[in-house]
Every structure is written in structure tokens, then in C-alpha cells.
């Protein structure tokens, strides 16, 4: 993308859950935030405010927990895009790895199916779509996109030019901040993982 030196996408995903904290796959399920969580998406707001993003568009999953998540953290002029919604997880919403590992040895979502909901191919579809109107807006402004741990690492991982199941290689915890942006127009991860240098523990595991 020419002149793109400093165009920037912030990828924020949701605080804390009852279900993350338990490392329960949560795509449909619509859990508000925990106290945890609120105080976490609060204070990512210092961490999203420090980029210094250029009069940011700022799209958020259609899901309460991201839709709260951007009103703590201060974002405003928020616009709904229901391509951010966390993954479909069909038959194993609501259940740990080692629970569908039971059945499924060595299942991951990166690598395995997934029993009435979304391929990675179909992932992959939806990650593309939404990069193609942040690419296209990136001329004018920069990007925050409010949302989910497997979706967002999806999105990193097309960003950089892998297929989706890339995503498992950048573990994103509850309501950190990652930054993807270009060098010599090339995409590149600026940023990973962002949290405040003092605030709540998030969880790591980018389940949900």
C-alpha cells in the first residue's frame, strides 16, 4: 500500500468473562464482562490512547462483551460489523480443549473441525472481508477493531499474509491491544499482546 508508513490497525480484544477464566470457548454465547474485565477494558483505553492513532474508525463485534469493552475503554463513533464476531463453535460452544479432546484427540481450533459451526475456510473469508474495508479506509484514517481471541489472531495472521490456523502462533490475552501497520508497504506486526505496565492480570489463553 503506498504511503503507508503510518497507517495503523489496533486489535483490541474483550475483557475478562466468566467463561475465559475457565477457558470455555465462547463464540455465540453473550457474557457480560466480569468486575475483572471491566477494570481491564478501562484500562486498555490508556494503552489504545498512548498509539496515537489517526481520528481512528473504530468497528466493534456485534457482541455485548466488545461493545462494553469499547465504551470503558473510551472509544467513540463506534460502528457495529458483524464480520468481528468471535468464531463459530458450533457443537464445542462452551466447552474447554481438554473436554473436546476427549473425543478428539489432539483437537485444536486451529487445525481441527469443528461440528455445526465454522471452518477455517469460512473464518478465513470473514478475516478477509473485514481487511479489505480496513485497507480501503487506511488512506484517511487508522482502524481500531474491538473484539474476540481466535478472531483477532485470525486476523493477524491474514494480515501477514498466513492462512488462519497461523493464528495459533500469537496468543492474545483478555483486553490487550496488538498493532498491525505496514514497513516499506509491507504488512508487519508493529505490536503484540499490549497491556497497562500496572493494571489487573488478563488471561492468556485467546479463548473466546
Same mark, same amino acid.
Not at 506486526?189 to 499490549?194: P, R
Given at each position: ?5 503510518? &497507517? ?6 474483550? $475483557? ?13 454465547? /453473550? ?18 490512547? $498512548?498509539? +496515537? ?20 475503554? $473510551?472509544?467513540?463513533?463506534?460502528? %457495529? ?5 468471535? !468464531? /463459530? ?13 476427549? $473425543?478428539?484427540?489432539? !483437537?485444536? %481450533? ?5 461440528? +455445526?459451526?465454522?471452518? &477455517? ?15 480501503? &479506509? =487506511? ?16 486476523? %493477524?495472521?491474514? !494480515? ?8 495459533? #502462533? ?10 498491525? +501497520?505496514?514497513? #516499506? ?8 499482546? =499490549? ?6 492480570? &488478563? ?6
Amino acid at each position: 500500500m503506498p504511503g503507508s508508513e503510518n &497507517a495503523r490497525v489496533a486489535l483490541l480484544r474483550h $475483557g475478562e468473562t466468566s467463561w475465559s477464566v475457565q477457558h470455555r470457548h465462547t463464540g455465540r454465547t /453473550d457474557l457480560p464482562l466480569t468486575p475483572a474485565g471491566e477494570n481491564q477494558a478501562t484500562a486498555a483505553g490508556a494503552v489504545v490512547a $498512548g498509539l +496515537g492513532l489517526r481520528d481512528p474508525m473504530v468497528l466493534v463485534s456485534p457482541r455485548a462483551r466488545a461493545q462494553r469493552t469499547a465504551e470503558l475503554a $473510551g472509544l467513540t463513533g463506534t460502528r %457495529i460489523e458483524p464480520d468481528l464476531a468471535e !468464531w /463459530d463453535y458450533g457443537d464445542y460452544e462452551g466447552r474447554t480443549t481438554p473436554q473436546i479432546r476427549t $473425543g478428539d484427540p489432539g !483437537w485444536t %481450533i486451529w487445525t481441527g473441525a469443528v461440528p +455445526g459451526g465454522e471452518s &477455517a475456510a469460512e473464518v478465513s473469508a470473514r478475516v478477509d472481508r473485514v481487511l479489505g474495508a480496513v485497507t480501503a &479506509a =487506511l488512506g484517511e484514517r487508522d482502524v481500531i477493531l474491538v473484539g474476540h481471541g481466535h478472531f483477532s489472531r485470525a486476523l %493477524i495472521a491474514r !494480515w501477514l499474509g498466513f492462512p488462519v490456523r497461523e493464528g495459533r #502462533r500469537f496468543a492474545l490475552a483478555t483486553a490487550a491491544v496488538s498493532v498491525l +501497520g505496514y514497513e #516499506r508497504d509491507e504488512p508487519t506486526l508493529w505490536a503484540h499482546n =499490549l497491556r497497562p505496565a500496572t493494571g489487573p492480570d &488478563a488471561d492468556d489463553r485467546g479463548v473466546s
